[in-house]
């Protein structure tokens, strides 16, 4: 498994950016899946946003499609997700998460051995 934390949560006024990174430690990053997910105060953890390793395809939730993009840079083992245009329902603590089961469908937390602690995103309007 790898260890991931992580970073770039804050609070923004509504139609603002925002990067989260997550950086992670352990062996075969590249090889991992990687996904976003968030929670919202009384609500489940949703999916946002993964990408592939092998093939690379990138996935999001409808929610989110257009503006929020997700990459990967296996050189410095750090994943991002780029949230433009964010709006008040964004507001949530996201999650980074990796997988090495990669039969899995990589839009549901199950799929997931490996969390980040979550990092607090807060959209005014």
């Known amino acids: 498994q790898v260890q991931l934390v992580e970073s770039g949560g804050g609070l923004v006024q509504a139609g603002g950016s925002l990067r989260l990174s997550c950086a992670a430690s352990?062996?075969?990053?590249?090889?991992?899946?990687l996904g976003w997910f968030r929670q919202a105060p009384g609500k489940g953890r949703e999916f946002v946003a993964a990408v592939t390793w092998s093939p690379f395809n990138t996935y999001y939730a409808d929610s989110v499609k257009g503006r929020f993009t997700i990459s990967r840079d296996n050189a410095k083992n750090t994943g991002y997700l780029q949230m433009n245009s964010l709006k008040p329902e964004d507001t949530a603590v996201y999650y980074c998460a990796a997988t090495g089961l990669w039969s899995m469908d990589v839009r549901t937390t199950s799929a997931y051995p490996s969390w980040g602690q979550g990092t607090q995103v807060t959209v005014s309007s």
């Open positions: 352990g062996r075969a990053f590249s090889t991992y899946n």
